[in-house]
């Protein structure tokens, strides 16, 4: 009798515990923690994406967003009817977690959170984003914390409604196009996306070269500029320098930029192996191959200073070495 009265005592606790929290497992069941799994229920019911990036164990500003906003029942239903609803949350005790797995499955689940922070430019947490159903963003929403209620957020997605359908519209239009057309299309769309975001649209950048093999729009050098800026990134953070620059390089000799992108390629690839400490001829090289391609650009004043000081850095050396 003692045991079971203990039992009803135990239950009862717990669904008080659960009330107090206001975010019940149940409440927030509606929400999906896997990015694909999200991505293929919004295909298959044709919603924009709504994802909140949070870090339950930190100041609890995220846990408390969650529990006076996310996992209310008003704003479930009213966000949920628009929305695919995703949270990607990222803790320090994940990561702890991670420095005694031995199976490599916490590991790799942990890392692939924080590719997507990574994909989607997250600097800190709490953040919201909404995104197309392939996962393109169509808005970052600032924190802040006087928002904070359903009431503000709601609003703050309803304000957003307009804009989200111009970009889906432009989504669409490259969907449906090909040839020339298309480009045009990845053109606008590649225009309308926040700079923060455009390496999301690296697939169509790749496609521009092989859509207008003459460069009739005259789009294709600017979209292989920015095939080879990601890629560099890419490469540099991966500590592979020269390929880094070399994307630049690349870049240039396919013949289709203009002369400020020219002069910003040499200038790049200069700078990533002097950031390397690769201090071989080729940095200066560059530096003055960035400079020939526009005396008179944005970055020539700069470069030519650059250039004096390498010279006569170079002229010490050699006179030391004597």
Known sequence: MIKQLLRYRFLALCVLAMLLSGCSKNAFSAWETDFDSAKAKAASENKNI?????TDDAQGVSSDLK??????KKFVSTAGANFVLLNIDVTESEYTETQSDETGKAKAAFQQKLDILDAYSVEAMPALYMLTKDG???KAFEYKPEINNVKGYLELLEGEKENATS????????EESQGVYRVRAINALFDATDTAYNTLLLPYCREVG?????NSTGLVGKFEFQVAYTEAISLFHAGNVEDAAKCFVDAVLKGHLTAEQIQEAY??????LAMAKNYDERVLDYFKLSYESLPEGALAENIKRTIEALESMTKEQKGSNE
């Open 267 to 272: 200038y790049n690839a200069s700078y990533i």
């Open 50 to 54: 709504l994802v909140f990036f949070s």
């Open 136 to 138: 393109f963003v169509i």
């Open 210 to 214: 092989s859509l207008d093999p003459t």
């Open 67 to 72: 529990k006076n906003v996310f996992c209310k």
């Open 167 to 174: 970009y889906n519209s432009l989504v669409r239009a490259v």
